[in-house]
């Protein structure tokens, strides 16, 4: 069975610090391309950061020079570590794992963020 599970989200006060978490299970996690979506209310989802199966990274431009993605294989984890948080960055956070050949696309459900003082 397929799973994909984000934690480690919560509320935190503008400027701080959060760390999350997303472990894969059910298929070959060193073979998918991870990535970290975040869907705010009224807004489309959006892409905030991704590790290819090789290690090169993407960031959308709410996350660079604030936010670090990485992954570890050998814990089918990756992981966002989010600082300077602002309130603008409240929203869902989602992990989604995806591959090509052939194409296979998995949604975790989601982790809520909430900066606010």
């Known amino acids: 069975q397929v799973q994909v599970v984000e934690s480690g989200g919560g509320l935190v006060q503008p400027g701080g610090s959060l760390r999350l978490s997303c472990v894969g299970s059910g298929f070959t996690f060193n073979t998918y391309n991870m990535s970290w979506y975040r869907q705010a209310p009224g807004k489309e989802r959006g892409l905030v950061a991704l590790i290819t199966i090789g290690g090169e990274i993407v960031y959308g431009e709410a996350a660079k020079g604030r936010f670090t993605i990485s992954r570890d294989n050998a814990e089918h984890t990756v992981y966002l570590q989010m600082n300077g948080l602002k309130p603008e960055d409240t929203a869902v956070y989602y992990c989604?794992?995806?591959?090509?050949?052939?194409?296979?696309?998995?949604w975790g459900q989601g982790t809520q963020v909430t900066v606010s003082s």
């Open positions: 989604r794992a995806k591959t090509f050949y052939p194409a296979t696309t998995y």
